[in-house]
């Protein structure tokens, strides 16, 4: 679809990366969409950074800023960042991971930091024949309600690759609190809770486990007893459309897959 999402985000925007990564997924767009400046936002910035300038490298008439930031709370960019045409890139399912209230709270923040745009929104080409749909907006990836037992094996995966990354969390607690959780000891769970419209991910402790950590502090866990580390919300087209409507967003278009089991959704700024 990249020449329809093309259209749908109008050429020369400046592309703002929330959680850009290795800026694979925005490099990937900026044939089609020729952004005249891309923003990397990311909270692990040395990685960003080295991420960056090798694509700056492969794209050097791309201007290219790279912001280390933690978006979750504010989403301020500086004043150097053009006000006109700021185009959010949000891939994966990242909003996920936020409650429906809070990814509400974070569709309103973007749609406050498009701001006030003084661009043509009639989405023709204008007088030097550039295309320039819609001014500001929003592209974002949103993984759909599916079939139970696919989400299941998605977040249980038989590889165990999603269970080395959740056990990671308590290997990362080790170390940020000299913490002796004993991997072994613990157990991934991975589910589609169906009532809450949520994968859950939970370890869970297969025998009784006495964790300690420097200063003197401990917890005990009874066995089967779970912390729960992540919850991953699904929408259907009509719910997360309509979140985009409650956020103030105006026109929306949406792309799926044959399955239709992802949505990518562009909404303009309103
Ligand atoms: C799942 S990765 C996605 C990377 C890339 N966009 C992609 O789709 O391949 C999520 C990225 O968001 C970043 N991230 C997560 N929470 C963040 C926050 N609150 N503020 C800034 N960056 C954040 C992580 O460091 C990570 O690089």
């Known amino acids: 679809?990249?020449?329809?999402?093309?259209?749908?985000?109008?050429?020369?925007?400046?592309?703002?990366?929330?959680?850009?990564?290795?800026?694979?997924?925005?490099?990937?767009?900026?044939p089609s969409l020729q952004p005249s400046e891309y923003v990397a936002v990311d909270i692990s910035e040395k990685f960003l950074q080295e991420a960056v300038a090798g694509l700056?490298?492969?794209?050097?008439?791309?201007?290219?800023?790279?912001?280390?930031?933690?978006?979750s709370n504010e989403l301020e960019l500086p004043v150097s960042i053009s006000r006109?045409?700021?185009?959010?890139?949000?891939?994966?399912?990242?909003?996920?991971?936020?409650t429906p209230l809070e990814a509400l709270k974070f569709l309103l923040r973007i749609r406050k930091t498009i701001g006030i745009d003084h661009s043509n929104h009639s989405g023709?080409?204008?007088?030097?024949?550039?295309?320039?749909?819609?001014?500001?907006?929003?592209?974002?990836?949103?993984?759909l309600i599916k079939d139970k037992a696919i989400l299941d094996a998605a977040y249980d995966d038989a590889l165990?690759?999603?269970?080395?990354?959740?056990?990671?969390?308590?290997?990362h607690i080790n170390r940020l609190l000299d913490a002796d959780f004993e991997l072994r000891e613990w157990r991934h769970r991975g589910f589609y809770n169906a009532q809450q419209h949520r994968v859950e991910m939970h370890l869970e402790a297969k025998r009784n486990v006495t964790v300690r950590w420097k200063n003197g502090g401990s917890r005990q866990f009874v066995a089967g007893e779970r912390i729960h580390t992540e919850s991953s919300y699904k929408y259907t087209q009509?719910?997360?459309?309509?979140?985009?409507?409650?956020?103030?967003?105006?026109?929306?278009?949406?792309?799926?897959?044959?399955?239709e089991w992802f949505m990518v959704c562009h909404a303009q700024g309103g």
């Open 1 to 30: 679809y990249a020449s329809q999402i093309a259209t749908a985000v109008g050429r020369k925007a400046t592309l703002i990366d929330l959680g850009a990564g290795n800026c694979a997924k925005a490099a990937k767009l900026f």
């Open 56 to 71: 700056q490298q492969q794209f050097p008439h791309i201007a290219m800023t790279c912001l280390g930031m933690d978006f």
């Open 84 to 98: 006109e045409r700021r185009q959010f890139f949000y891939p994966g399912s990242s909003i996920g991971n936020y």
């Open 124 to 143: 023709k080409d204008n007088d030097d024949g550039e295309h320039k749909s819609g001014g500001g907006g929003l592209l974002i990836g949103i993984d």
């Open 160 to 171: 165990g690759v999603t269970a080395s990354f959740n056990l990671n969390l308590l290997q």
């Open 238 to 259: 009509q719910s997360f459309t309509a979140l985009l409507q409650q956020a103030g967003f105006g026109k929306i278009q949406t792309w799926c897959d044959p399955h």
